[in-house]
T-cell receptor, first 112, second 113 residues
Framework: QKEVEQDPGPLSVPEGAIVSLNCTYSNSAFQYFMWYRQYSRKGPELLMYTYSSGNKEDGRFTAQVDKSSKYISLFIRDSQPSDSATYLCAMSRSGGAGKSTFGDGTTLTVKP | EADIYQTPRYLVIGTGKKITLECSQTMGHDKMYWYQQDPGMELHLIHYSYGVNSTEKGDLSSESTVSRIRTEHFPLTLESARPSHTSQYLC????????????FGDGTRLSIL
């Protein structure tokens, strides 16, 4: 069983919709949680970085971490066609040499 | 925006050739990583480095080797390429110490004929 499971998608929504992207994990040692956005033929780009449980907001993006349920989410408000990409969750533990474990990614398409 | 560069971006080459994928970063990051990514699949860590003269194998077994002679440079070498090496290779770096997030290059898409 994988340590990190990500909702597989693909996901297609109309412009302006609220999008929810989700990952679950099994390793309770994970304390650092990231969301990356990856456009086609590009490398992953860091969107959000959070430590432990709670919410973090940055513009239209909100990252939510629930360590008790081992569940993280990324919400995108007022989605735009430019948000069409693959979204990867990633997480790491303290003392892990900065190594991260990634989900498989969810491909999102926002239709105008 | 992260300053991490990978060359070449695309490479199509025959079986048996020796290949070196280049990765350079200008941020002075101590840690560097190589990942393999196939379409629709998770990133698999194949090598990482804590700093100069430090390299470790990652979670996914790989026939490639790496070196870290300079902080900014982390090349990956395949001595004899095979079709099974066809994949996208992503390089990343992060500042030390602690668990700072990684910054990625745009990858090298490698096809072995």
């Amino acid at each position: 069983q994988k340590e990190v499971e990500q909702d597989p998608g693909p996901l297609s929504v109309p412009e302006g919709a609220i999008v929810s992207l989700n990952c679950t994990y099994s390793n309770s040692a994970f304390q650092y949680f990231m969301w990356y956005r990856q456009y086609s033929r590009k490398g992953p780009e860091l969107l959000m970085y959070t430590y432990s449980s709670g919410n973090k907001e940055d513009g239209r993006f909100t990252a939510q971490v629930d360590k008790s349920s081992k569940y993280i989410s990324l919400f995108i408000r007022d989605s735009q066609p430019s948000d069409s990409a693959t979204y990867l969750c990633a997480m790491s533990r303290s003392g892990g040499a900065g190594k991260s474990t990634f989900g498989d990614g969810t491909t999102l398409t926002v239709k105008p | 925006e992260a300053d991490i560069y990978q060359t070449p971006r695309y490479l199509v080459i025959g079986t048996g050739k020796k290949i070196t994928l280049e990765c350079s970063q200008t941020m002075g990051h101590d840690k560097m990583y190589w990942y393999q990514q196939d379409p629709g699949m998770e990133l698999h860590l194949i090598h990482y480095s804590y700093g100069v003269n430090s390299t470790e194998k990652g979670d996914l077994s790989s026939e490639s080797t790496v070196s870290r002679i300079r902080t900014e440079h982390f090349p990956l070498t395949l001595e004899s390429a095979r079709p099974s090496h066809t994949s996208q290779y992503l390089c990343a770096s992060s500042p030390g110490p602690g668990n700072q997030p990684q910054h990625f290059g745009d990858g090298t898409r490698l096809s072995i004929l």
